[in-house]
Nanobody, 115 residues
């Protein structure tokens, strides 16, 4: 069993930056991959960024060059650094952990990009 607790998010102006954090317990060590997803109103949940423990990174085309996923294994933390934010990045963002065939989700955090 893996528990994920998210923090960060909020309201930011276009062009601004935010960092989302995801704390995994009891340990990130046994997880195969972690990622960030988002869901905007009326839209399906979509992958934003993913990292596997084979050091493979995957980003949605819409965020490439602006968002960066990173992991701090000793702290059991995964981060999503979001720069040059756009109004279309507005969504609820979710952290996800993949452990063999099991999936675990964080509680979600709202990111709003607006003037």
């Amino acid at each position: 069993q893996v528990q994920l607790v998210q923090s960060g998010g909020g309201l930011v102006q276009p062009g601004g930056s935010l960092r989302l954090s995801c704390a995994a317990s009891p340990s990130i060590f046994s997880i195969n991959a972690m990622g960030w997803y988002r869901q905007a109103p009326g839209k399906q949940r979509e992958l934003v960024a993913q990292i596997t423990w084979g050091a493979s990174f995957n980003y949605a085309d819409s965020v490439k060059g602006r968002f960066t996923i990173s992991v701090d294994i000793p702290k059991n933390m995964v981060y999503l650094q979001m720069n040059s934010l756009k109004p279309e990045d507005t969504a609820v963002y979710y952290c996800k952990a993949q452990k063999t065939i099991a999936e675990y989700w964080g509680q979600g955090t709202q990111v709003t990009v607006s003037l």
